[in-house]
């Protein structure tokens, strides 16, 4: 939250080269809700991210389209 696209996008990109190295299987990213730029170009890396099996919004009780679970595989 609160960074350009760019940044958060490369941030995104070492969080899940770590998560991976990590053997980690599920991470959660907050980007907030906001105008949903963010969300979307963070969803547009997932999508084409080879070690990504698929993500999805968290549940609304705890924060709903504005933290993206990333299910690794």
Same mark, same amino acid.
Request: glycine share 14%; hydrophobic share 35%; net charge negative.
């Given at each position: 939250?609160?960074?350009?696209?760019?940044? #958060? @996008? $490369?941030?995104?990109?070492?969080? %899940?080269?770590?998560?991976?190295?990590?053997?980690m =299987?599920?991470?959660?990213?907050?980007?907030?809700?906001?105008?949903? #730029? @963010? $969300?979307?170009?963070?969803?547009? %890396?997932?999508?084409?991210?080879?070690?990504?099996? =698929?993500?999805?919004?968290?549940?609304?009780?705890?924060?709903?389209?504005?933290?993206?679970?990333?299910?690794?595989?």
């Open positions: 939250r609160g960074q350009r696209v760019d940044e #958060a @996008l $490369r941030a995104v990109t070492g969080f %899940l080269d770590e998560a991976v190295s990590y053997g =299987s599920t991470v959660r990213i907050l980007h907030g809700t906001g105008t949903g #730029a @963010l $969300r979307q170009s963070i969803r547009e %890396l997932l999508s084409d991210h080879p070690h990504v099996a =698929s993500y999805e919004d968290e549940r609304a009780d705890l924060g709903g389209a504005g933290i993206t679970i990333v299910h690794i595989g």
